[in-house]
């Protein structure tokens, strides 16, 4: 079964980066950790891929969706231009609804 719609609050690791630690990657990353439950319903576990996320406006802007470590989803590469092009801050609460859940081929 297809979960369409989350509900998130902006946490800080999410605005600003931090520092990880996971395997063979360390550095400053700064992500939009997606719920468990919806990216196991939509069949994103251990999987990259890209994502369009669009804002009220319906501007659009490509970001990359793939885990973050062992134990999260995450939307990172693009996330932070997107976040800075709507202002996102610590507190906001945003509406992730899924729209279409497909391959495109080349």
């Known amino acids: ?36 439950a919806f990216a196991k319903s939509n069949g994103w576990m251990n999987r990259c891929c890209e994502m369009i996320l669009m804002d009220e406006q319906r501007r659009s802007r490509s970001v990359r969706l793939g885990p973050v470590s062992d134990k999260h989803i995450g939307i990172h ?3 932070q ?6 202002d996102v801050q610590v507190g906001d609460t945003y509406r992730f609804e899924l729209i279409s859940n497909g391959k495109k081929y080349l």
């Open 77 to 79: 590469g693009g996330w």
């Open 81 to 86: 231009k997107f976040r800075e092009a709507n």
């Open 1 to 36: 079964m297809l979960t369409l719609i989350f509900f998130s609050i902006i946490k800080s690791y999410s605005v600003s980066k931090h520092f990880l630690d996971v395997g063979l990657y360390n550095g400053f990353k700064l992500e939009q950790y997606i719920p468990l």
